[in-house]
């Protein structure tokens, strides 16, 4: 009964996202100019903040209350120009306020932060910007408020009282904790997805549907979002319940997945989603793989039930005809007093194996579960191979953004931990250095699990993609890992600074950094590939990535040749945007 009654406010916490590191050196990019369109923020400044290097990192993590509510026309400067087949929308997704007015109290952690979205339309070589908070209940009580106090709940950080930096604890605290995380808590910081990539367009008519888009978050909380006007539809504190579960949904991942079945066409039918989500009932915790029509109807394809606690999962593996699910050794705490006192992440306890399934998609059935000695932490997958043996057999790759300790995720230096973070940057170069690749291969035909790090590549970095990041029917790659990972670091090039911030282009062929863009304090978010549809090369499209541009005070939107990583155009924005977490790009 203690157990089903914490995981009503556990579902608060789970807003997860990043991490990051040192080096290969490669050939340099492209090298742009700052522009010198500067904002003035009037926030105060460590004197580490004020070097000539790397300088401003302390207003990227700060608040941006500030809002664009209708499309604005931006600027795209320096003679660049976004080739033409660049026709659709990016959303990005992060927090955009840490800290109540007076700063009566604060969130610790980048996660937590109330839920903001920055989209950019390109539509012929132009460009069109908003930025917006999403009109949850969550933050709606927090204006309510007058921006006085933050919501009791459980975050990913503890709440911190700004009179003595101490968290806020006590039981009349836990009890609001646990009401609001039952009846009011739906901030979707994390992810943004689209359950109608077959609808293109948004269309109010009565023959067609309407667009939505959906912001998510590690937890069932969901927000539905207008795609055409990027207006708050609605938002939720649960998901319905999948058929075939038998419990309460306590956790689901950020990071769902298309099915990469090869259907001829999906105009009218629409295509599944797959994700992962942790139950809770009368036997237990257990794992559903899950998945999910365009029209919202859930079912839980298969369920293993989780002995030794609850598990963690922030991401999982899909390729077309396997899903592969790694429980790294972390398990949930249930303890109220625990989780307010230290957030739910670094209240995580630790067991001494890491357990992989792997499900059939077709069947449901498990046709591995196996626990290894070997630890493996991670929050991001990055592809799934399904490679043929010589002997016949068929070998499940998952390739991961790995760490070999949990320091990352629950460590006293975790990422963005604000509390430290915004210290300077002293502080800042305490934290982890990122990210590993790291591959895990099941062979069906003996049972046998092997890891293997590529330790070979020393750049650190975190939030990966690829060209076939949320590939679905015939645009899927399965018998194969793609070639190339973009992602971003910090620390870049060998730096010992932290405020060091790179993009990365990976090959994982010969295992090294074949390329990159990096600019002195330019601080970037995760990019997102968009293919040229008539190259005939795996790198032949661009990268869109949202970064900040210190020296200016400024986001601006960058647009780089996925294939040289060198600038095609950066778009002036006019706005300051906080550090980010994920994003889709949604083609017209």
């Given amino acids: 009964g203690r157990l089903l009654q914490s995981s009503i406010f556990l579902a608060a916490s789970c807003n997860v996202g990043t991490a990051f ?21 009037g926030q105060q400044r460590t004197e580490e903040e004020t070097t000539n290097t790397n300088v401003n990192f302390g207003e ?4 941006a209350p500030e809002e664009i509510i209708k499309w604005k026309p931006c600027v795209i400067s320096d003679g660049g120009s976004i080739p033409s087949y660049v026709q659709g929308t990016l959303v990005r997704n992060g927090g955009g306020i840490w800290t109540a007015s007076d700063n009566n109290d604060k969130f610790s952690h980048i996660f937590d932060g ?16 908003q930025s917006r908070f999403l009109q949850g209940a969550w933050y709606k009580t927090f204006l309510e408020k007058g921006k006085q106090s933050i919501p009791a709940g459980i975050g990913v950080g503890p709440v911190l009282d700004s009179t003595n ?10 009890i609001q904790a646990l009401i609001n995380s039952a009846t009011i808590f739906d901030n979707t910081p994390v992810n943004i997805w689209d359950y109608q990539p077959h609808i293109k367009e948004s269309d109010n008519s009565t023959n067609k549907r309407k667009k939505t888009i959906v912001a998510l978050t590690d937890a069932p909380p969901r927000t539905t979002i207008d795609f055409n006007t990027m207006d ?17 949904e306590l956790t689901v991942t950020a990071h769902p997945m298309y099915s990469q079945a090869k259907m001829a066409a999906v105009d009218s039918e629409g295509v599944d989603t797959y994700n992962v989500a942790v139950e809770l009932g009368l036997q237990g915790p257990s794992v559903n793989l899950v998945r999910e029509t365009s029209e919202g109807k859930r079912s ?31 398990r949930l705490d249930p303890s109220p007093d625990r989780m307010l006192e230290l957030g739910f992440l670094r209240a995580m306890t630790h067991v001494d194996q890491t357990r992989i399934v792997l499900v059939e ?29 010589e002997d016949g057999g068929v070998t499940v790759s998952l390739r991961l953004c790995a760490y070999k300790t949990p320091d990352q995720i629950t460590g006293e230096h975790q990422f963005m931990r604000l509390e430290q ?23 069906l035909l003996d049972q046998s699990v092997e890891v293997d790090w590529k330790d070979e590549i020393e750049q650190g970095y975190e939030l990966p993609v690829t060209r076939y990041s949320r590939a679905f029917g015939s645009e899927c790659i399965s018998v194969k890992h793609p070639r190339y990972v973009y992602a971003f670091g910090a620390f870049a090039l060998g730096s010992n600074d932290y405020d060091n911030w790179g993009l990365f282009k990976f090959d994982l062929e010969e295992n090294k950094v074949s390329s990159y863009y990096q600019q002195d304090s330019v601080y970037l978010s995760e990019p997102i590939f968009v293919p040229n549809p008539d190259g005939d090369m795996e790198d032949d499209g661009v990268l869109l990535s949202q970064a900040y541009f210190g020296k200016d005070n400024e986001t601006k939107l960058l647009v780089l040749n996925a294939r040289s990583m060198e600038v095609m155009a950066t778009v002036s924005t006019g706005m300051r945007a906080p550090l980010d977490f994920h994003g889709a790009w949604i083609p017209n």
């Avoid at 490669?26 to 742009?32: G, I, Q, T, W």
């Avoid at 708050?232 to 309460?248: F, R």
């Fill in 421 to 443: 973070a915004k210290k300077g940057r002293e502080w800042r170069n305490k934290l982890h250095r990122g990210g590993k690749f790291c591959d895990i291969n099941c062979n």
């Fill in 361 to 389: 998609l077709a069947s449901g059935n498990v046709v591995l579960d196996k626990c290894i000695d070997e630890k493996v932490y991670f929050y991001h997958s990055i592809s799934q191979a399904e490679i043929i043996e």
């Fill in 114 to 129: 109330f839920a903001k979205i920055h989209s950019y339309r390109i539509h012929n070589s132009q460009v069109e910007c």
């Fill in 232 to 248: 708050t539809i609605s938002s939720s504190t649960i998901n319905p319940l999948a058929s075939g579960a038998k419990g309460y």
């Fill in 300 to 330: 839980v394809v298969a369920s293993v039930p989780s002995t030794d606690g609850i598990p963690y999962a922030h991401s999982f593996g899909l390729s077309a005809n396997f899903a592969m699910i790694v429980l790294q050794p972390l």
């Fill in 21 to 41: 590191t040192t080096p290969q050196q490669s050939r340099r990019a492209y090298y742009v100019q700052p522009m010198h369109e500067s904002t003035q923020l």
């Fill in 165 to 174: 930096q101490q968290p806020k604890l006590g039981m009349v605290r836990t």
């Fill in 60 to 63: 990227w993590i700060a608040d």
